[in-house]
């Protein structure tokens, strides 16, 4: 999938419409939204797509991001994407992180504290996230870290929907970008 022409990270609202519930604030980005927003993940929605196209093109016109000061996130950004010739909406994200990395206005590096059990410090000492995905706790370890509590922005890992109520108890807000796949993606692996 490939950047719409008419796209402007500058000027989105000639390109791209505003999503619902879009404010200037600062995010954490799931990876999976990157992924849905290049066309990369299978059987999601063409709505879908646009919606993480359009969070994605908010984000980089009006909102900041959040990531760990380790750059944890953005190696697994890299890992995933092509922000060198990649061609899709998630491969221009990246390369518009990579150069706001030191924007202090557009990014916050977060510091983490490694931790043996729980991944990191900051990740919540719940037995109810105790199988939290281990890759995934660094999204949750800078939204717990950063002073404004950012909102992880999430598409399709439907194990999420699970995690969501212990999180929020833990001040971890998620938006979920995807929600009837996320719900028929969560029927189909567990059956509920």
């Known amino acids: 999938m490939s950047i719409p022409s008419s796209f402007s990270p500058d000027h989105p609202e000639k390109s791209v419409e505003k999503p619902d519930g ?3 604030a600062t995010y954490v980005v799931d990876t999976n939204v990157i992924l849905v927003a290049n066309g990369q993940h299978p059987g999601v929605t063409t709505a879908c797509v646009t919606a993480c196209q359009q969070w994605l093109t908010w984000v980089m016109a009006e909102g900041r ?4 000061s380790d750059f944890a996130i953005v190696r697994e950004y890299q890992h995933k994407t092509h922000a060198s010739d990649g061609q899709g909406l998630g491969d221009a994200f990246l390369r518009w ?6 924007d202090s206005a557009r990014c916050d590096l977060v510091p983490l504290v490694p931790d043996e059990a729980r991944g990191y410090t900051a990740f919540p000492p719940d037995a109810h996230l105790a199988a939290f995905d281990r890759s995934d706790r660094k999204f949750v370890a800078v939204a717990r870290t950063h002073p404004e509590r950012p909102t992880i922005l999430q598409a399709a890992d439907s194990k999420w ?4 109520p212990y999180l929020a108890e833990h001040e971890v807000s ?3 970008l995807c929600s009837p796949e996320l719900h028929l993606f969560h029927r189909h692996k567990f059956g509920v």
């Open 65 to 68: 991001i959040a990531l760990d």
């Open 22 to 24: 879009f404010r200037p």
């Open 174 to 176: 998620i938006r979920f």
């Open 97 to 102: 992180v990579l150069h706001h990395l030191d």
């Open 161 to 164: 929907l699970d995690w969501s």
